[in-house]
């Protein structure tokens, strides 16, 4: 049995989470008073212990919210876009001064490992740098006329308020994703954060809520935090005000709040669950290969969108491989995220792990050998799930395998050519993330080509998780189809215009069109 050590390395331990939050929002010089009231009790996964209770935003104050939001929206469309980039580049300031705060903080309200949760707070500074970069880019076009002396353009406007519904797992980047760079394009932004993490949200948006206080050209409530849950989610898709809703989380979810924004025409962006391939082929590098699948199928305890699910291994090389991955995984140190030397955190709280024994208890029937799995006690930590992450061997890929569960579970399928490896690879209804460990050529490329993966994500030599912000994130098939950031990704937080000027003397019509009339 392991004690959890909750001490903040540069601190003494307090053993009481609780107070360790009090102390990191003194840190950012932040206060919680406001935000305190007797609706939603938020709990650390490390031991189960209750953080704080906080009040929630019901329907009227939401309706206040996104007036205010839409106030701020007109003031702030008129600001040129690099002295939007200005705010941005004061906030990123703000995030990199108290990287590590923020990151125990990540730590303590969501239970992912310290470097895990220092990389998420990483990728916030990392997307106001492109942001910043961004207000300087947002650039139109210019097209061909078929007319004569006639300019055709092309060119983007600010759109209006973002909503932002955001999962627990990423409680920080999802959100700085999409709100930057909502923000350089013109827009005001108000998130609505998982209710399972809203310490972190309330953190970050408080941080961005300073800068903009400091910034003589934001408007007050460009950036405001609804604290509710997923009613306070339907109340940002139904309303007329918010133009662009940015969704995170479920398929179930997504199919929810898809819905009700088309309903109105808002504009949707949804970015839901996966269910993640990887085809090691048998002239994989093997050490490259397990490395990458472990860290993809374990990393945040299998709570990452992008986490790796299905392992697709060529039968020549199935069983040693397998046998590796399991005393891999067994090897493990799960326990604490606050410890440095732990590889697994817990999972986020107990609904999650009765999904994942609910999981495994499927497989089983559907013929799987299950290796791990079983929950792990840590002393002194009764309402904590820790888990031994799960390798399945499955003789076919079934029902379960399928479905996305939100755990670590891998389950292992096995191929004999590589058109069968794609086939298994795209026969599930999810397309997030996929990759493939080869060093033949021929099979990189057709994984890559459209004869390949039907996935948004598709890498070679790495595995499934961890992207860099640069590349536009998002997947297809039921995962949304969405892209919230990267590349030009922008161009959904802004409204297209396309214009023709006329510096002729005439009126020749498009399409050769005749309309003669007598008018001098
Ligand atoms: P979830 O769907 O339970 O909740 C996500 C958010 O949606 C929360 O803020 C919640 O309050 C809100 N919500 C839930 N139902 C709603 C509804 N009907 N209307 C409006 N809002 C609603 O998801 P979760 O458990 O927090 O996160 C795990 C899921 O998120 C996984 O499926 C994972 O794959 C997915 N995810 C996807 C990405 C991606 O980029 N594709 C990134 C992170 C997480």
């Given at each position: ?23 990191l ?17 938020v ?11 906080l009040?929630?935003h019901?329907?009227?104050d939401?309706?206040t919210?996104v ?6 929206f007109l003031?702030?469309k008129?600001v040129?876009?690099p002295?939007?980039g ?7 300031q703000?995030?990199?001064e ?9 730590t ?16 916030v500074?990392?997307i ?5 970069g ?5 650039f ?15 060119y983007w406007?600010?759109l ?7 999962a627990?797992?990423f409680p ?8 930057t ?6 827009d005001?932004a ?16 408080k ?7 400091d ?5 007050d409530?460009l950036v405001?935090?609804?604290?509710g ?15 662009i809703?940015?969704a995170?989380?479920?398929?179930r979810?997504?199919q929810d709040?898809?819905?009700r924004?088309?309903?109105?025409f ?5 970015e ?5 391939a ?5 002239s994989?590098?093997i ?10 199928a374990?990393?945040t ?5 992008t986490s790796?699910?299905r ?5 020549s090389?199935r069983?040693?491989f ?27 709280d107990k ?30 930590s009764?309402d904590?799930y ?7 061997e ?11 569960t939100?755990a670590p ?13 794609i086939a ?16 033949d050529?021929?099979e990189?490329?057709r994984?890559?080509s459209a ?5 948004g ?9 961890g992207?860099e ?13 969405g892209?919230?950031?990267?590349s ?7 409204r ?11 009126l020749p ?12």
């Amino acid at each position: 049995m392991n004690a959890i050590d909750t001490s903040l390395s540069s601190r003494p331990a307090t053993g009481n989470l609780a107070g360790a939050v009090a102390d990191l929002f003194g840190e950012l010089g932040l206060s919680l008073a406001d935000d305190l009231g007797s609706d939603l009790k938020v709990f650390s996964p490390i031991d189960g212990s209750a953080l704080a209770t906080l009040k929630m935003h019901r329907a009227a104050d939401m309706d206040t919210m996104v007036a205010n939001a839409g106030a701020a929206f007109l003031a702030w469309k008129q600001v040129p876009a690099p002295h939007r980039g200005e705010l941005i580049r004061r906030y990123g300031q703000l995030v990199r001064e108290h990287k590590e705060v923020l990151s125990r903080l990540l730590t303590i309200e969501n239970g992912k490992i310290l470097t895990e949760a220092r990389g998420e707070v990483q990728e916030v500074i990392d997307i106001c740098e492109y942001a910043v970069g961004l207000s300087r880019q947002l650039f139109g076009l210019t097209i061909a006329s078929e007319r004569a002396e006639h300019r055709l353009t092309e060119y983007w406007h600010p759109l209006g308020t973002l909503g932002l519904i955001s999962a627990f797992n990423f409680p920080a980047a999802v959100w700085a994703w999409g709100t930057t760079v909502a923000l350089v394009c013109g827009d005001s932004a108000i998130w609505k954060p998982s209710e399972k993490t809203p310490l972190t949200a309330l953190a970050f948006g408080k941080l961005l809520q300073k800068a903009a206080a400091d910034y003589e050209f934001a408007p007050d409530h460009l950036v405001r935090v609804a604290i509710g849950d997923a009613e306070c989610g339907g109340i940002i898709a139904d309303h007329p005000g918010i133009k662009i809703v940015s969704a995170t989380g479920s398929v179930r979810m997504g199919q929810d709040v898809g819905v009700r924004v088309q309903r109105r025409f808002g504009r949707a962006v949804l970015e839901l669950g996966g269910n993640n391939a990887a085809i090691v082929a048998p002239s994989a590098d093997i050490g490259l290969a397990l490395r990458g699948t472990i860290f993809a199928a374990t990393g945040t305890c299998g709570q990452r969108c992008t986490s790796l699910r299905r392992l697709i291994v060529h039968d020549s090389i199935r069983t040693g491989f397998v046998k590796r991955l399991i005393a891999t995984a067994a090897s493990l140190r799960i326990g604490s995220p606050l410890v440095d030397e732990t590889h697994v955190g817990p999972l986020i709280d107990k609904a999650a792990f009765d999904a994942m024994q609910r999981a495994l208890e499927q497989a089983r029937r559907e013929g799987g050998i299950v290796h791990g799995g079983e929950r792990i006690d840590l002393e002194g930590s009764p309402d904590a799930y820790y888990v031994r992450p799960a390798i399945v061997e499955m003789p076919a890929q079934s029902e379960i395998v399928r479905e996305e569960t939100f755990a670590p579970i891998l389950y292992v399928l096995s191929y004999t050519d590589i058109d069968e490896a794609i086939a298994l690879q795209n026969g599930v209804p999810q397309g997030l993330s996929s990759c493939i460990f080869t060093n033949d050529v021929r099979e990189s490329e057709r994984f890559q080509s459209a004869l390949g993966s039907d996935c948004g994500i598709v890498n070679v030599n790495i595995g499934t998780s961890g992207a860099e912000i640069g590349g536009a994130f998002g997947g297809e098939k039921v995962t949304g189809g969405g892209r919230v950031s990267g590349s030009d990704s922008w161009k959904n937080y802004m409204r297209r215009v396309t214009a023709t000027v006329n510096y002729s003397t005439s009126l020749p019509l498009a399409q050769g069109v005749k309309f003669d009339l007598d008018i001098d």
